[in-house]
T-cell receptor, first 112, second 120 residues
Framework: QKEVEQDPGPLSVPEGAIVSLNCTYS??????FMWYRQYSRKGPELLMY????GNKEDGRFTAQVDKSSKYISLFIRDSQPSDSATYLC????????????FGKGTLLTVNP | DTGVSQDPRHKITKRGQNVTFRCDPI?????LYWYRQTLGQGPEFLTY????????KSRLLSDRFSAERPKGSFSTLEIQRTEQGDSAMYLC??????????????????FGAGSRLTVL
């Protein structure tokens, strides 16, 4: 079993839809949780990071962490065609904060 | 442009040849990382530097791979005697030590656009 599991999709939604992306993890040492967005043939760019369980909101994006269930989510409201990309969850433990462990990524397409 | 720069963006080589990739990090970042990403997978950690010191190497980094950061600024990743299995995107990233102020322990990486290697 991989440390981080992420459904690779692909996920296709109409413009304006609410998108839910999820990851589960097995390593209890993970303390910091991040979501990266990666456009085709580009490097990942950081969208959001969270530390504790709960919700964090930034514009149309909401990151949710449930440490008791080892489950994290990213919600995108009012999705736009420009949101079409691969979304990668990433996690890091406090003791080894130089090493991010990524999920496989979920390919999202938002259709106009 | 103050982002992370990688060169070349795409390299096509024949099996058995040596290749070298260069990464220029964000100037005020003292940590530099190399990750590898194959098709349909997330990036996997290869190695990282704090200034010029290489502090950690993944088991993925075989003896054919060597990374350097001689003056604590730019870094190179060399692959000797390339194999078809080396075909991947090689991503460089940089960060400040300790990550974001006020979030102790967080380590937010800024990635470059990557160097894509195709081994024929």
């Amino acid at each position: 079993q991989k440390e981080v599991e992420q459904d690779p999709g692909p996920l296709s939604v109409p413009e304006g839809a609410i998108v839910s992306l999820n990851c589960t993890y097995s390593n209890s040492a993970f303390q910091y949780f991040m979501w990266y967005r990666q456009y085709s043939r580009k490097g990942p760019e950081l969208l959001m990071y969270t530390y504790s369980s709960g919700n964090k909101e930034d514009g149309r994006f909401t990151a949710q962490v449930d440490k008791s269930s080892k489950y994290i989510s990213l919600f995108i409201r009012d999705s736009q065609p420009s949101d079409s990309a691969t979304y990668l969850c990433a996690m890091v433990s406090g003791g080894s904060n130089y090493k991010l462990t990524f999920g496989k990524g979920t390919l999202l397409t938002v259709n106009p | 442009d103050t982002g992370v720069s990688q060169d070349p963006r795409h390299k096509i080589t024949k099996r058995g040849q040596n290749v070298t990739f260069r990464c220029d990090p964000i100037s005020e970042h003292n940590r530099l990382y190399w990750y590898r990403q194959t098709l349909g997978q997330g990036p996997e950690f290869l190695t990282y530097f704090q200034n010029e010191a290489q502090l950690e190497k993944s088991r993925l980094l075989s003896d054919r791979f060597s990374a350097e950061r001689p003056k604590g600024s730019f870094s190179t990743l060399e692959i000797q005697r390339t194999e078809q299995g080396d075909s991947a995107m090689y991503l460089c990233a940089s960060s400040r030590r300790g990550g974001l102020a006020g979030v102790a322990g967080a380590n937010v990486l800024t990635f470059g656009a990557g160097s894509r290697l195709t081994v024929l």
